[in-house]
Nanobody, 118 residues
Framework: VQLQASGGGLVQAGGSLRLSCAAS????????MSWFRQAPGKEREFVAG????????YTADSVKGRFTISRDNAKNTVYLQMNSLKPEDTAVYYC????????????WGQGTQVTVSS
């Protein structure tokens, strides 16, 4: 599976962006999908995750109420809607596919830069 993340950019604080992660190579429906982010000088952190069928969703406390993850298996795409963005949301955002039941992520996208100005 190849994952292609897109939708990043420069936005003012309080603004919104929607990230997309398109999968190709094989169907990604069996996989739970997640978004991670990594800011300069910081470790990569989990942002949000969604089960393969969609009903189970998880978001980090730092983005709860502002970010929403969703997926469209017919389009092999997972989304991250980001509202009320803050400068501390600035990071490279990565999508990943969970490929084992123990929670390992076997496929990663290349990342898309999100920059929030104050």
């Amino acid at each position: 599976v190849q994952l292609q993340a897109s939708g990043g950019g420069l936005v003012q604080a309080g603004g919104s962006l929607r990230l997309s992660c398109a999968a190709s190579g094989r169907a990604f429906a069996p996989y739970a999908m997640s978004w991670f982010r990594q800011a300069p000088g910081k470790e990569r952190e989990f942002v949000a995750g969604i089960s393969w069928s969609g009903p189970s969703k998880y978001t980090a406390d730092s983005v709860k109420g502002r970010f929403t993850i969703s997926r469209d298996n017919a389009k092999n795409t997972v989304y991250l809607q980001m509202n009320s963005l803050k400068p501390e949301d600035t990071a490279v955002y990565y999508c990943a596919a969970q490929t084992t039941s123990s929670g390992d992520y076997g496929y990663w996208g290349q990342g898309t830069q999100v920059t929030v100005s104050s």
